[in-house]
C-alpha cells in the first residue's frame, strides 16, 4: 500500500522501544538516519529559499526580476545633434531611467554641454557646441 503524504515538516519520528512488536534497534536507527536526512535537507532548502527571496528584490518571482534586468540595460551608438537634437527610441515605457553619453571621437573643445529630454519611448540627446561626431549611449533602469 502506497503512503500517502502532507507537504508539512516534522522534526521528530516514532522511536520504537523493547514494547514495540519489531526489532526496534534496527528500526530506530533508520529513523535516526532518516531524521537527520530531513532536518539537513529542510536547513538547506530554507537556505536556497532565502537566496532566492533575496534575488527577488521585491519581485513578484525571480524570473520577474531576471526579465526586469535583461530589459534595464540598453545601449548604441549616434551621432550627436546640437541643438536640434539627436532622438534614440528605446520603448522603456517610462521616464525613470539614466543615461550614459561618451563621444567615440575627440570633439576638440567644441562638444559644448550635454543635456537630455526624456520621455517614455524615446530620448533626446543635446550638445551646445558645433561637434556632430558619434557618441555611444546607456540606458540604466532606476
Known sequence: MPLNGQ??????????????????????????????NTVFLKTLADAINAEVQAAREGKASL?????????????????????TGTTITHNLGTTN????????????GYLGE???VKSANTMTIFNSGDFRGAFDYQIYSN
Open 114 to 116: 550635454v543635456w537630455v
Open 97 to 108: 531611467f539614466r543615461v550614459s553619453i561618451t563621444p567615440t571621437a575627440n570633439p576638440d
Open 7 to 36: 507537504n508539512t515538516f516534522s522534526p521528530t519520528v516514532t522511536e520504537y522501544d523493547a514494547q514495540t512488536p519489531v526489532v526496534y534497534t534496527v528500526y530506530n536507527e533508520v529513523h535516526q538516519v532518516l531524521l537527520n
Open 63 to 83: 524570473l520577474a526580476n531576471l526579465q526586469s534586468i535583461r530589459l534595464a540595460l540598453q545601449s548604441g551608438s549616434a551621432n550627436f545633434g546640437g541643438t
